[in-house]
């Protein structure tokens, strides 16, 4: 059984750069979720796709960060124009079909990112 | 949206005693809380979880109790070990896909 898997683990890139961070969840999994977490702190919502739809984003992403999930099965999340305080794990997760009585999400390694 | 707060943010306890820690949300419409666990390098990982219409769930060692009138629920771990140390957070979530995390608690288990 394979997880929650994020590619790359670690990116470091230099300001004004964009960034482009791969998730690919758990099989039969349509429910895809991006999460940011900074140091010291809990994750924070940033967006949730059911299949390929995109159907809820937080203002916490800007118009610098756009994620897409194509054929309803991987998610890439890139970020244009980087920016020092863009510096963060990026988290992804993924849950089964809602059923109405679990609401699982499980989780990737994350791709922790610095902008110099 | 909703707001959650986590309490302590750090805890050492010794080896075979109890840890326990408490979050309080803000919005009555949350209905799910679950507990994750962070290893260092890792991501969240779900160790229990709750819904609105259940006050207590126990799993093994650990527990989670709910009480939706005060808006708090707790996290209980009985005879701790040193791999339960870790970064734990309690989130709470008014829909089924939003979760909103606490801001966390490192537990430190002294051998």
């Known amino acids: 059984d394979t997880g929650v898997s994020q590619d790359p683990r670690h990116k470091i890139t230099k300001r004004g750069q964009n960034v482009t961070f791969r998730c690919d969840p758990i099989?039969?999994?349509?429910?895809l979720y991006w999460y940011r977490q900074t140091l010291g702190q809990g994750p924070e919502f940033l967006t949730y796709?059911?299949?390929?739809?995109?159907?809820?984003k937080s203002r916490l992403l800007s118009d610098r960060f756009s994620a897409e999930r194509p054929k309803g099965s991987f998610s890439t999340l890139e970020i244009q124009r980087t920016e020092q305080g863009d510096s963060a794990m990026y988290l992804c997760a993924s849950s089964p079909p809602w059923t109405g009585g679990k609401d699982t999400q499980y989780f990737g390694p994350g791709t922790r990112l610095t902008v110099l | 949206g909703e707001n959650v707060e986590q309490h302590p943010s750090t805890l050492s306890v010794q080896e075979g005693d109890s840890a326990v820690i408490k979050c309080t949300y803000s919005?009555?419409?949350?209905?799910?809380f679950p507990w994750y666990k962070q290893e260092l390098g890792k991501g969240p990982q779900l160790i229990i979880d709750?819904?609105?219409?259940?006050g207590e769930k126990k799993d093994q060692r650990i527990a989670v109790t709910l009480n939706k009138t005060a808006k708090h629920f707790s996290l209980h771990i009985t005879e701790t070990q040193p791999e339960d140390s870790a970064v734990y957070f309690c989130?709470?979530?008014?829909?089924?896909?939003?979760?909103?995390f606490g801001a966390g608690t490192t537990v430190t288990v002294r051998a």
């Open positions: 989130a709470a979530s008014p829909y089924d896909y939003k979760l909103s």
């Open positions: 709750i819904r609105s219409n259940v």
């Open positions: 796709f059911q299949n390929e739809a995109q159907l809820e």
């Open positions: 919005d009555s419409a949350s209905n799910y």
């Open positions: 099989s039969e999994h349509n429910r």
